[in-house]
């Protein structure tokens, strides 16, 4: 049976999809059914074992059906070749990562200077943090990264298109001035956090799903970017289509043509070449976002000393705002069930808002700079607010078990 990881054995938690099914597990099974092996962890005879449920999932109507459960030696005959190259940081790694991203941005906002000496490395350190993004999947296929799914299409056009004409219209009727409409659109017409499949793989949801709507919405942001700037919003803002162009060229067509590069020679590199680069590329991911977070933090510093009251308006607006698009996601795609609605969710709620200010650096004003430097703040702190969430559910639930 060929198999292809689509998770890294991290932790309790895989996942793997079977290409061609076995016919000891289904002889009825459609041809264009998908198995999928989840593994997981249950309390049995006083201890904690592995277990690996096998499911079909018919991409007809992508209703899931459990057909068996086996134990985890079966895994070891099918783990020992993995081709897929999802593999994230291992546990103490991540939690690492996380302390550290919340530690970033509590010393960009609290030590003084500290902003203003990383800020000429903040565009330098995001097409770094793009590039380095990109490379640990380049060894996965193709149709796993760039995904022609009409629910993801779906998912990412009620992003980049409908939710930020909801928030223009809401804020229409509110008589919200301008100004501060013009901040939610640098948020809403914003693609997808990078960290957005991190997320769902914290919260055991569409994994995959979220890496195919996270590619996507960034690559079509800045198209939504220049709809809502140059046609909805014109009368208020004056956008530099040139130097608009020249920076989406640098920072997402440069990323993506290199990325297709390494994609095309990635297989014919020896494995721990390969390896080792995206195993160096993930690291240095975070070091690239610390970089670019405190260096993009320093007007919204200011504005905390100067203006603590339009300080937490604009925070208040940042955690309302990514909170009311996935709420309201949740609800719109819950016909594509539970799991992918979840999914929609954290790719809708959580922005790259960074990104899209440098896009529109040319006309991004003072105010801009303050709340994007703000918008980090909830960015930067979700990593570690997710992981302990999860661990203590997870914690609780195997107390429960136990007892």
């Known amino acids: 049976m060929h198999t292809r990881f689509m998770n890294s054995l991290n932790g309790s938690d895989a996942v793997l999809s079977f290409h061609n099914y076995s016919p000891n597990l289904g002889k009825h099974l459609h041809p264009s059914c998908k198995l999928t092996v989840k593994v997981s962890t249950v309390f049995f005879n006083g201890a ?131 100004a501060l409409t013009m901040l939610m659109i640098t948020t809403a017409s914003a693609g997808s956090l990078f960290a957005s499949p991190t997320f769902a793989e914290l919260l055991q949801v569409n994994k995959q799903k979220a890496l195919q709507c996270m590619i996507l919405s960034t690559f079509l942001m800045p198209f939504s970017y220049f709809f809502f700037f140059t046609t909805v919003l014109h009368s208020n803002i004056e956008l530099d289509v040139m130097a608009f162009i020249y920076r989406c060229m640098i920072l997402l067509v440069l990323p993506l043509g290199l990325f297709l590069v390494y994609m095309g020679i990635a297989c014919s590199l020896p494995t721990k070449l390969t390896e080792s680069i995206e195993g160096f590329s993930r690291r240095f991911t975070i070091f690239a976002l610390m970089v670019f977070g405190v260096g993009i ?107």
Not at 108 to 136: D, H, N, Q, Y
Not at 358 to 365: D, E, F, N, P, R
């Open 48 to 178: 904690v074992s592995p277990y690996l449920t096998i499911f079909s999932n018919n991409r007809e109507n992508d209703n899931e059906t459990a057909l068996c459960k086996t134990s985890m030696p079966t895994l070891e005959c099918v783990a020992t070749h993995p081709t897929g190259s999802l593999r994230m940081l291992s546990n103490l790694e991540r939690t690492i990562a996380c302390w550290l991203l919340a530690a970033t941005i509590f010393a960009g906002f609290l030590v003084p200077g500290l902003s203003e000496a990383f800020a000429p490395f903040t565009t330098v350190s995001l097409l770094l943090l793009i590039i380095m993004s990109l490379l640990p999947m380049g060894r996965m296929e193709g149709d796993e990264v760039f995904s022609l799914d009409a629910k993801v299409w779906e998912i990412v056009l009620w992003q980049l298109l409908v939710l930020p004409a909801i928030i223009i219209a809401a804020a229409h009727l509110a008589r919200v001035n301008s």
């Open 297 to 403: 933090v320093g007007p919204a510093r200011d504005l905390m000393w100067s203006d603590p009251g339009q300080f937490l308006l604009y925070l208040l607006i940042v955690t309302l705002l990514g909170a009311g698009m996935a709420y309201l996601t949740a609800i719109v795609m819950f016909r594509q069930g539970i799991t992918d609605s979840l999914t929609a969710s954290i790719v809708s709620g959580f922005r790259n808002v960074g990104l899209g200010f440098v896009l529109l650096s040319g006309m991004a004003s003072d105010a801009t700079a303050e709340y994007v430097g703000v918008s980090q703040i909830p960015i930067f702190l979700a990593p570690l607010v997710l992981s302990l969430i999860v661990r203590g559910k997870h914690s609780t639930a195997h107390m429960q078990v136990a007892g």
